[in-house]
């Protein structure tokens, strides 16, 4: 039983890893790769991975292009900081709504109940 619980959990957060890549990661990877320059905050319009390190860092765009997977991590690593914000937003904001209409409900429950 325990084993059959096990694999269950592990078989839950596989679909919960890939569920998070496809709905939060892919799009915020593309969107800080691919989409127009907004300074500092990523966005870097497609240009090349040994560049986006540079202006990332302070070291020049050929030490990057040297060592493109110390260079992949580093953007790796700004992308899932962005990953971790829109998720906690998105946290935040279900856990408001859902208060909303718990409040909601509790209160329509008040004004129709019988005297």
Known sequence: M???????????????TWA???????????????????GPYGCWGGIDSADVCAGLSTVPAYHWADNPIECD????RRILSWCVLVTTCIYVYTIARMYVCLLDRACRHVRHAPE
């Open 73 to 76: 991590l580093l953007i790796k």
């Open 2 to 16: 325990h084993n059959a619980i096990a694999k269950f959990r592990q078989s839950l957060d596989s679909v919960q």
């Open 20 to 38: 998070m890549y496809i709905i939060i990661e892919m799009p915020i990877s593309y969107m800080y790769r691919n989409g127009p320059a907004i």
